[in-house]
Each structure stands twice: as structure tokens, then as C-alpha cells.
């Protein structure tokens, strides 16, 4: 996450206040544990998803404290989705209910944040979220999940093209020598 935005989440009263219960959750916290795209955890994902939410429902006068709170619960599973024997079914199409599941084991969930969080992978799966907020985090989510899978192509990009300066500069200095 860029320190930028990592600071002014941070420093966001409301979304802290709206999350709170939510984040120090043990079971919450343990998301820090698996990875969901690259370098990016599954508690990193969805705290910048619910970010998202918030910003938006909220400048759109729409129930931004729903949208908060299902965005940080919404990939809720404990598990590594790359390792097939860790779970049952296919992960795109389960883990939406699998972590309404969880979640509603956990907290008090009305039926507005059931739903954005069961029907998050939309259009994947073929059910259309009920509320316009869950429409939001469908696309606050795959554009999280795009940023965070661009931002280490680049900087993989720029490790490839700095390897290969490195060996250019090496070659003409032992041809020198
Ligand atoms: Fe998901
Ligand atoms: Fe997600």
C-alpha cells in the first residue's frame, strides 16, 4: 500500500470508528497471514476496498457505514485460495458465501452487508447484488485487485530493466579491461 494513502486511512476518524469492531477482531486480524493478490494481504485488500466504499457511498449520500463494513469483511477465508487442497470448490465462485459465512458468525450483519458480501465476485458469479453499495464494491474490488497486481508488475519490470543495465555496464568495463 502507498504510504500516502496507508496515512490518510489511518488518519480517518469515521472509517476507524466504522471498522473498529470490525479490525480488532482476532479472526479479522488473522487475514494478515494470507496473501490475496502478490505482496498484498487479504486484511490489506479488503481495509483499502472498505476505504474505497466509504469515500464513495459517502460522497453519494448512499449507506456508506453498510458499505464499509462489508467491504472489510468481504474475502473473509482463511486459507491460501493458490493451494487447491486447502479448500472445497472453486475459490472465484465460493468464497463469497464462505465468508458471509464467517462473518456473520462473528459480528452482527444486517441483510444489506450479507448480501454486498455474498454477491462481491458479480459478475463471476451470476447473482447481481441487491443494493447499489454492493454494485460499488464490485468494482472497488477488481480495481483493488488490478492496482495491486500492476503495482509489482512495474516494480518487477524496473528490477528486469535495472538487472539488465547493471550487466550492460559490467560487460563494457571488462571489455575495457
Ligand atoms: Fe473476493
Ligand atoms: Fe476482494
Known amino acids: 500500500m502507498k504510504q500516502q494513502l496507508k496515512i490518510q486511512i489511518d488518519n480517518n476518524e469515521e472509517f476507524q470508528e466504522i471498522i473498529k469492531e470490525l479490525i480488532t477482531n482476532e479472526t479479522v486480524q488473522q487475514m494478515k497471514n494470507y496473501r490475496q493478490h502478490y505482496e498484498t494481504t487479504c486484511f490489506e485488500h479488503c481495509y483499502i476496498a472498505a476505504y474505497y466504499c466509504y469515500i464513495i457511498c459517502k460522497k ?14 468481504h474475502d473473509l477465508f ?9 479448500r472445497k470448490g472453486f475459490h472465484a465462485f465460493t468464497h ?12 452482527d450483519l444486517n441483510e ?5 458480501i455474498t454477491k462481491h465476485m458479480w459478475p463471476v458469479t451470476i447473482s447481481f447484488p441487491k443494493s447499489i453499495e454492493g454494485f460499488i464494491l464490485t468494482f472497488v474490488d ?5 492496482s495491486e ?17 547493471v550487466y550492460l ?9
Open 78 to 86: 482463511l486459507y491460501d485460495w493458490r493451494i487447491k487442497n486447502s
Open 60 to 73: 453519494y449520500n448512499l449507506d456508506y457505514r453498510s458499505a464499509t463494513r462489508a467491504a472489510m469483511l
Open 112 to 116: 444489506k452487508e450479507k448480501d454486498i
Open 169 to 177: 555496464c559490467l560487460s563494457l568495463f571488462i571489455i575495457k579491461v
Open 96 to 107: 463469497g458465501k464462505l465468508a458471509c459465512k464467517n462473518a456473520s458468525e462473528l459480528f
Open 142 to 146: 477488481k480495481y483493488c485487485a488490478m
Open 149 to 165: 497486481s500492476l503495482e509489482v508488475m512495474k516494480s518487477r519490470l524496473f528490477m528486469k530493466k535495472a538487472f539488465r543495465y
